[in-house]
């Protein structure tokens, strides 16, 4: 099963070779690994000629594994902190929408989350991430889950929310393996072992920032663009002044009401919608019920 499709150089940053823009243009902000799309933007991208919309692939970050030295002693740290014989829980939290993706490239991670296989749970910071780290564990053939077993908070991306229920559902003798990035500040192993838990950072994947892709020329003005992180909205806002783009074509989409927040701070007249999922179709059909005549 292929999560990632890989971009070819005929795509390029921007899969608008035949499409339509009747319905304007996407750009997928979402980070990705190099060469390859963000599962969210292939999904659009696939779907694109069916809605009438262009797909501009332009990842913010870029997603890296962390050099072999330091994976190495993330393994070591599992090895220390728990047996795999042990007879208590071990719950994997997904901190950022980007960990299952980062755990599907960390092969030796996996072979020993797979010998705890029958000890794992699992939360996440929001749906889109339970079910993805639901679908790699399957392929990597770690756990079979359905992903509505994944604690989330009620909130997508509330850190605040997530702890809560973790440290609500733990016992004292259980494990948290908290999956973040390198440059994480630990809030939430820091907050689980305030709360009495025992939790471990697992920093196995970073973020390289990139800039923001050169935008293709387009018929129509109407841009949407796809957001996942509030962190990121200021730089993508740059991003798009620096070429000359007219706010006021702007649309932006998430599922984080966190991101609408940030826009306010600093684009109080941009236009934000929030959608229940992160998902392509749920997406387009947003889209589709803004245009007008209705397809």
């Not at 243009?25 to 799309?37: D, F, Q, S």
């Not at 797979?114 to 910071?125: N, P, T």
């Not at 359905?146 to 259980?174: C, H, Q």
């Not at 957001?227 to 200021?234: E, G, L, S």
Request: net charge neutral.
């Amino acid at each position: 099963m292929e999560r990632f499709k890989p971009i070819s150089q005929s795509e390029s940053s921007c899969d608008y070779r035949v499409m339509s823009d009747k319905n304007g243009n996407i750009i997928v902000t979402l980070p990705a690994w190099e060469g390859r799309k963000s599962q969210i933007g292939a999904s659009l991208a696939h779907l694109a000629d069916q809605y009438l919309v262009k797909v501009v692939q332009s990842p913010i970050m870029q997603l890296e594994l962390v050099n072999d030295a330091i994976r190495r002693a993330v393994l070591r740290e599992l090895a220390e902190w728990d047996e795999v014989r042990a007879d208590y829980t071990v719950t994997v939290v997904c901190s950022t929408p980007e960990a299952p993706d980062a755990l599907e490239q960390f092969d030796e991670l996996c072979i020993a989350l797979r010998l705890r296989g029958d000890r794992l749970k699992f939360a996440a910071i929001d749906q889109e991430t339970a079910i993805s780290v639901s679908e790699v564990c399957q392929i990597k053939e770690i756990s079979n889950f359905p992903y509505t077993s994944v604690m989330i908070p009620e909130v997508p991306g509330s850190f605040k929310e997530l702890t809560d229920l973790i440290a609500k559902r733990e016992g004292e003798r259980e494990l948290c393996l908290i999956f973040e990035p390198t440059e994480s500040p630990g809030w939430i192993a820091k907050t689980l072992i305030g709360n009495g838990l025992r939790a471990i950072r697992m920093g196995f994947y970073k973020y390289k920032p990139i800039q923001i892709a050169n935008l293709p020329p387009a018929d129509n003005p109407t841009w949407w663009v796809i957001v996942n992180d509030a962190a990121v909205v200021p730089e993508i806002a740059r991003g798009l002044k620096r070429q000359n783009m007219k706010f006021s074509n702007i649309r932006w989409i998430s599922s984080r009401p966190s991101v609408g927040s940030a826009l306010k701070k600093i684009l109080p007249k941009s236009e934000f919608i929030e959608v229940s999922e992160l998902r392509s179709d749920i997406i387009l059909e947003r889209i589709k019920g803004h245009i007008s005549p209705a397809l």
